[in-house]
């Protein structure tokens, strides 16, 4: 019984061994994997590749009593290897526009969670900031369910060299926020961005309250928290109040209870994984009768569904537009490329602005 033991503990031991060493090269893997995510501004966390991951690797285990033990092992290392990875990210810089506490930085939180978020004045200088290097990646808006397209942003997407490396969905919760000791009947006024007050014009209208607007809802409920008085609320994120030292008040507030917004993450280099199975292209058609008629036309005769078409105006050209256009594919394929070809004989200016992987919830 003892020598059945020994020999147990002999092999278990060289087991272990083997094991620290390919743990060892793993991390390494991991090191790298995450060097590709920092270059082209991913999330760590990729669902998609982690359940494909334990598929294929739970095959390798042809005894049924172990396979499951063996799928909680294995989700178990790359929990290790995401938490490796999510240590690395500390050196990330993520601009957005806002300051602390905006939807933005909670959008950039929740994406790159150990990441350093760097507060920016505006959509543009956010923007820039990737462009010139002094941060890696940027989270900006591109559209809210209840207010539509965020223009600025799709402009500078068009405009310039950065490309959309994922796109995620943000659910909007609207809160009263007070100071410490305020109540609901207290609030006369309410301070907050003009989409917020808009969001909320119903609840605005039942208490009769007072509106100020603001650049932000974390300025808002920064501005609440300084002035220290009773009666003036902020209409912004739980985030927000637990930055500010803000009480809620009242709880989702806002007149849609489906408020999402949209948010881009663009980076330098382009992006190409097996996850973003969605592409968004941005053109300009030739002054031609027919001519948008005819792109859209070869984007659904090469079996691409789009998912969004939208128009925007060039600034330097009166009454002419350019289109925002994501559809279900990948342009990477055969297919893909052949649409692109295309696409570029019947359009003066034809983009690939990056690809993302469609509803993913943050």
């Known amino acids: 019984m003892e020598n059945k033991l020994e020999e147990a503990r002999k092999i278990i031991n060289e087991v272990d061994e083997k094991m620290a060493e390919l743990f060892v090269k793993r991390m390494r893997a991991a090191e790298m994997v995450y060097d590709h995510k920092k270059e082209f501004g991913l ?8 359940s494909a991951v334990i598929e294929k690797n739970s095959n390798y285990i042809e005894d049924e009593s172990l396979k499951g033990y063996y799928i909680d092992y294995i989700k178990n ?13 500390n050196g990330l810089k993520v601009a957005y526009s806002g300051v602390e506490g905006a939807f933005a930085h909670i ?34 808006p591109i559209e809210n ?8 942003t799709i402009d500078l997407i068009f405009k310039g060299s950065l490309y ?15 100071v410490p000791g305020a109540t609901v009947s207290d609030i006369k006024k309410v301070v907050s961005h003009p989409q917020a007050l808009s969001q909320c014009h119903d609840y605005i209208k039942l208490r009769n309250l007072d ?11 920064k501005s609440v928290a300084d002035a220290k008085d009773k009666t003036v609320g902020a209409i912004a994120s739980l985030e927000t109040a637990q930055i500010y030292g ?4 009242e709880s989702d507030i806002n007149k849609s209870s489906e408020n999402t917004t949209r948010f881009a993450v663009l980076s330098r280099v382009k992006a190409n994984t097996l996850s973003h199975t969605n592409s968004v292209l941005m053109f300009t058609v030739k002054n031609e009768a027919g001519s948008l008629a005819q792109a859209i036309d070869i984007i659904g005769r090469y079996g691409f569904n789009m998912t969004a078409l939208r128009s925007r105006p060039l600034r330097k050209h009166s009454w002419q ?23 570029n004989s019947v359009c003066d200016k034809l983009k690939i602005a990056g690809t993302f992987a469609p509803h993913v919830e943050i």
């Not at 939180?109 to 940027?138: H, L, M, T």
């Not at 490396?165 to 007070?178: D, S, T, V």
């Open 164 to 178: 959309i490396n994922g796109i995620y969905e943000l659910e909007i919760h609207q809160n009263l926020l007070g």
């Open 107 to 140: 959008a950039a939180g929740r994406i790159f969670p150990e990441s350093n978020r760097i507060s920016c004045k505006d959509f543009k200088a956010a923007y820039e900031s990737v462009v010139s290097g002094e941060n890696d990646v940027v989270v900006l």
């Open 321 to 343: 537009y350019y289109f925002y256009i994501e559809i279900d594919g990948s342009t990477a394929t055969q297919e893909g490329k052949k649409m692109i070809e295309e696409l």
């Open 77 to 89: 290392v790359m929990a290790v290897s995401r938490a490796y990875q999510y240590k690395m990210q």
């Open 246 to 249: 803000l009480e809620v008040l």
């Open 145 to 152: 369910s209840y207010a539509g397209e965020v223009g600025q």
């Open 43 to 50: 999330p760590i966390l990729d669902e998609a590749r982690e």
């Open 211 to 221: 509106t100020e607007e603001a650049n932000n809802t974390a300025g808002a409920a």
